[in-house]
């Protein structure tokens, strides 16, 4: 390998370089129309005769089984005729991912392994996404890459190679899969399950990768998810999460138009350097200069700083005081998260009353600051933990793991 060579392979190790995919997706002979758009699907009808006058009204009947009915094959969709059911099926598919395991855990989050197209080395191409329930709401915490792009110190799913970038149809898959496996589609008019009463309420691209480095397809997925006539989630209950990848984020807001929240997790540049490596590259004054002048940013849309509480490293009432002083002028809350443990990890949680007194420190500074509970520790689908079967742990690695879980 020559020098140059070498220098490169080390920036992007540290993140000063975008990781290169290993592999690029390969579509089937008969793809799926999930996560097409409606110009896509009226093409597709003119290349299997459709006329020009009848596409808009056929992709509308399309698009209302395949995201408001759930459809999973062209024979479902009564209102298009058994001749135009046939010639889609001939060419097409409605195939989302596939649920290659499911786990639940005792607090009733679920975490899915999904089996994406490929492989790397004799293993399949997966990503984890989970559900968590809430008496309010619903959240579905979904992926963008197969592995990560970054090596943030304190992240399990960091340590593991980027595979792929995911195609705007794998990343709404994982809806569509999530409310199948909850049972979560409209049904039919007298069965008395309302469009409100949806399970999945709420979503976070805060899986598995960096979104802002497959900006087109997460903006393409997001913008489908958000669509009133099909999935319609809110865009105020979309987020999208960033580690801070300064040049992307105007174009969330312009071309998206969610909620944001970024990876913030230290207050000086020396220790988000090691924490989150990306900063080298966009150190903080970059970031929060981007922050202040999101596109919509106010009171009822404010960035979310989040923030992982480590013990001795980031936690001190020093640092809470100058987080305060970081942010002021732009509206934001801060979610505290106390640290998911993992086998390898050189960090500790900070002590709970430590995370207290943090917490009011930024509260009595006039923002809000809660402590996010950990949720599906025991399944390893804690913020932090989530980890793809092309890298799984060994037994020990799990059992260590499950172990830390059930004595937190």
Known sequence: MTRAAVRADALTSLGLIEKRPLESYVAPDKPSLVGWSRAALAAALGDIGVAEPQRRMRVQQIWHWLYLRGAQSFDEMTTLSKELRAALAGRFTLARPEAADEQISVDGTRKWLVRLPGEVAGRPHDVECVYIPETDRGTLCISSQVGCTLNCSFCHTGTQRLVRNL???????????????????????????????????????????????????????????????????????????????????????????????????????????????????????????????????????????????????????????ALVRLIKGIPAKINLIPFNPWPGSKYECSDWEQIERFSEIVFDAGYASPVRTPRGRDILAACGQLKSASEKLTARERLALRAMAMTD
């Open 167 to 321: 195609t705007a149809g794998e990343i709404v898959g994982q809806v569509l899969l999530a409310r199948d496996r909850l049972a979560d589609w409209q049904q039919p008019p007298g069965a008395g399950n309302r469009p409100e009463s949806r399970l999945i309420s709420n979503i976070v691209v805060m899986g598995m990768g960096e979104p802002l480095y497959n900006f087109e397809a997460v903006r393409d997925a997001l913008n489908l998810v958000a669509d009133g006539d099909g999935l319609s989630i809110s865009k105020r209950r979309i987020t999208l999460s960033t580690s801070g990848v300064v040049p992307q984020i105007p174009r969330v807001g312009t071309e998206i138009g969610v909620m944001l929240a970024v990876s913030l997790h230290a207050v000086t540049d020396d220790v988000r350097d090691q924490l989150v490596p990306l900063n080298r590259k966009y150190p903080l004054r970059e970031l929060l200069s981007a922050c202040r002048n999101y596109p919509g940013l106010s009171n009822a849309r404010r960035i979310t700083f989040e923030y992982v509480m480590l013990k001795g490293v980031n936690d001190s009432l020093a640092d809470a005081k």
